[in-house]
């Protein structure tokens, strides 16, 4: 892929325009194989860092709430903590309206995913 055609279709996306993805620098970054991964992942850190924020202060959820994770062991017996971009307990939503909207939604969701009844009325 040339120079242009990388610009081209780095800027026709405007979450990497915005970010200035489309630079020479990254260009040759992604040719040479080397530090745009670190690039990427902050990126991607600081998109579930405002996702969380968005969910507490649209939802009125607290930072519990809207955080969730868990620990895990791997082979070496270490262990490593996973967690999720967000999390949105239903009983944690103050506000009816997006309540009963997320409530619809999850409900549509695991139908369309053909869960049994039993797991939907968890929701």
């Not at 970010?19 to 990126?43: D, E, N, W």
Request: aromatic fraction near 12%.
């Amino acid at each position: 892929m040339s120079l242009e055609q990388f610009q081209r279709l780095y800027e026709s996306d405007q979450f990497y325009s915005w970010f200035g993805l489309s630079s020479p620098l990254m260009y040759a970054a992604h040719k040479a194989a080397g530090g745009m991964t670190s690039v990427y992942r902050q990126i991607g850190i600081g998109c579930q860092w405002v996702f969380v924020e968005i969910l507490k202060d649209f939802l009125r959820l607290d930072e519990e709430s809207a955080k969730w994770s868990y620990t895990v062991r791997s082979r070496g017996r270490k262990s490593r903590r996973l967690s999720l971009d967000g999390r949105i307990p239903t009983d944690g939503v103050s506000n009816a309206q997006a309540k009963q909207r997320i409530i619809r939604w999850l409900d549509s969701a695991a139908r369309a995913l053909e869960l049994p009844a039993t797991s939907r009325r968890n929701l």
